[in-house]
């Protein structure tokens, strides 16, 4: 198998206003027809700690072309490292990632993402941390052409925003998140809970993730001070024997690592493995 690995930047316009910014990984002989898309969470970003090794190794260890993106609504503007863009944060919706996400794959289905042409993609992969996860999930269920699955510190559901902040938004406020990292106050508005309301059953992850026939790596750190590891089991019991739990001990929601990213560790290799042999699995040993 290939270990050289070619990465090239790519931007588009997905609606006016809105650009997608993301990265192609490339191996030097990428499996035809496939590529694995890897979708960051809540308060992430594409260059977030771990992404970047994480996208190369993927492309690497299963031979297929990986593409990891910015959602339009994370915040991040065109320097691609810090929060910028906080009005388009705070109107946010996960409708709104839902298309980014599909808006990657039409592109890479047609063989060109921007400026950058790539073979074109029959069928893919997806891997989701923390929300991305979701999304992920949300998307498996609609489009056929996923084959593969898997969430690392993956969120069961939605409704958890409606808890925390459906009365303060009922009431007009403007809800801040604190970002512990860079110290901003992050704004949210009510636009995702009238998301949420508007689009029920679409975005009920747990009913889309009973409805999936696919491969499915659920990762879950059983230390995760973000997302309870109650969540991962959820999840699994929700894919059936389709789903299968790996619980990576002693680690949180990172699985160890942080930003900037200091460099792999043995609970992050453990994970890239496990996702890489079923993505690999899935892509590569299915060309037909």
């Not at 490292?81 to 794959?105: P, Q, Y």
């Not at 790539?118 to 997806?126: D, S």
């Not at 999936?212 to 001070?225: A, S």
Request: charged share 25%; hydrophobic share 40%.
């Amino acid at each position: 198998m290939s270990t050289e690995v070619v990465h090239l930047p790519f931007s588009f316009d997905v609606r006016t206003g809105d650009v997608v910014r993301g990265d192609i990984w490339r191996p030097d002989a990428p499996v035809p027809g496939a590529a694995v898309v890897i979708c960051h969470g809540f308060k992430g970003f594409k260059d977030w700690g771990f992404f970047p090794y994480v996208a190369e190794e993927l492309a690497r260890r299963t031979g297929c072309l990986a593409a990891s993106f910015n959602f339009t609504g994370c915040g991040v503007g065109a320097d691609l490292e810090t929060f910028t863009d906080l009005e388009g944060f705070s109107r946010n919706t996960i409708s709104r990632e839902l298309g980014d996400l599909e808006a990657v794959l039409d592109r890479l289905a047609a063989g060109r993402c921007g400026a950058v042409e790539v073979p074109p993609a029959t069928r893919f992969g997806l891997l989701g941390h923390s929300r991305g996860g979701a999304t992920c999930i949300l998307e498996a269920a609609t489009r056929s052409q996923v084959r593969g699955l898997v969430t690392w510190s993956s969120i069961a559901g939605l409704e958890r925003y409606v808890a925390l902040y459906g009365e303060r938004w009922d009431a007009g406020e403007v809800v801040e998140i604190p970002n512990a990292r860079t110290g901003q106050m992050m704004p949210l508005r009510r636009n995702i809970l009238d998301d949420l309301r508007a689009n029920r059953a679409r975005l009920d992850v747990l009913a889309a993730a009973r409805t999936l026939r696919i491969p499915w790596l659920v990762v879950h750190g059983t230390e995760d001070e973000s997302v309870p590891f109650s969540d991962a089991t959820r999840l699994a019991e929700a894919g059936g024997d389709h789903a299968a739990v790996m619980a990576v001990e002693g680690t949180g929601h990172t699985f160890g690592s942080g930003h900037p990213f200091p460099g792999t560790n043995d609970a992050l290799e453990k994970v890239v493995e496990r996702s890489s042999d079923l993505l690999r699995r899935c892509l590569a040993g299915a060309a037909a």
